[in-house]
């Protein structure tokens, strides 16, 4: 009265729902950050990049805001060309202070 099965095959399974209790994203792209006004007081005449991005990220700024403040308010990049970008800046934050 045993019936043994070797393979069954489905070709259609319908779930209703899903319960994640967590999710590991690599890469998130984002067209746009705003930023109203981040004031940890500087001068970018006087405050290294680095320093500055310190300072925004010790207030819990992220490092796409942080690449966001860097760009409008007019720091260099180390090249002097192109705009920060969130992973330039967090490289730079990984590294000891000047």
Do not use: C, H
């Not at 792209?29 to 991005?53: F, I, L």
């Not at 409008?72 to 969130?86: A, D, H, I, L, N």
């Amino acid at each position: 009265d045993e019936v043994k099965v070797d393979e069954v095959k489905v070709d259609e399974v319908k779930v209703d729902e899903v319960k994640v209790d967590e999710v590991k994203v690599d890469e998130v792209k984002v067209d746009e950050v705003k930023v109203d006004e981040v004031k940890v007081g500087s001068d970018p005449e006087r405050v290294s990049a680095q320093t500055r991005a310190a300072e925004l990220r010790a207030a819990g700024q992220s490092t796409r805001q942080i690449a966001a403040v860097l760009n409008s308010e007019g720091y260099p990049t180390r090249s002097g060309r192109g705009e920060w970008q969130f992973g330039t800046v967090a490289a730079m934050l990984k590294k000891p202070m000047n």
